[in-house]
């Protein structure tokens, strides 16, 4: 009998490269670099390229990017050469088909969840995403972050649902607790941040050796 494949794991929010030694010594297959001012691992561009040239051609590199400009886009997909562009705003169907063309990229395109409502919204992003990363809605007032908020929503809405775009899994995810959100979701990659740091912006590398062994050894 074929054996199950195992989750694919994403570790978002790298800023060092020792962060980058450790993601790629314990097999993660996407690293996540963020462009965003307002987060506590945003990156200037430098450090950035510094980062990707060390995990090139080793794992597949995201460059998380919120509400960007054309020449964002444009500046990122030259410089850094990323294999995916993360959209972690509130880019429309419209705006992410036209960041899709501009960068030559393919597409990870994040919606924030909260009920089974909020899943009609994936149906307007199916044809122009690659992959759709399902993450938690903050509720109200509580944080400026589009991601990387440590909660998580109600996995069991993913039960017995058809998503027919490719999808990850993120939202409160931790070393404690992705096995059992694999085993209830059946979520194909997982994506963490800041559940495996130590302070905000800090990745805590034991965590991120243990998220990676948790999430594909069940």
């Not at 561009?45 to 980062?51: F, R």
């Not at 090139?56 to 990323?82: G, S, Y």
């Amino acid at each position: 009998m074929p054996q199950p494949q195992k989750t694919l794991v994403k570790i978002c929010g790298l800023k060092t490269l020792q962060d980058i030694d450790v993601a790629i010594d314990a097999k993660a297959d996407f690293i996540g670099l963020v462009f965003f001012p307002k987060s506590p691992r945003h990156l200037g561009l430098d450090m950035a390229i510094k980062l990707a040239s060390l995990a090139r051609d080793k794992t597949q590199i995201v460059a998380l990017l919120v509400n960007p400009d054309n020449a964002l886009v444009t500046q990122v997909c030259e410089t850094l050469r990323p294999d995916f562009l993360q959209l972690h705003g509130t880019e429309s169907p419209e705006r992410t088909a036209d960041i899709r063309r501009l960068g030559g990229r393919p597409i990870i395109k994040a919606l924030q969840l909260a009920t089974a409502q909020d899943f009609t919204r994936l149906k307007g992003y199916e044809k122009v995403s690659d992959l759709i990363l399902l993450d938690a809605k903050p509720a109200p007032g509580t944080s400026e972050l589009p991601g990387g908020n440590g909660i998580s929503f109600d996995w069991q809405l993913l039960q017995n649902r058809d998503i027919r775009t490719p999808y990850m899994l993120a939202g409160g995810l931790t070393p404690d607790n992705v096995a059992k959100a694999v085993k209830l979701t059946n979520a194909p990659i997982v994506d963490v941040s800041s559940g495996v740091e130590s302070s905000p912006g800090i990745k805590d590398h034991d965590k991120v050796r243990a998220f990676i062994k948790a999430a594909k050894e069940g």
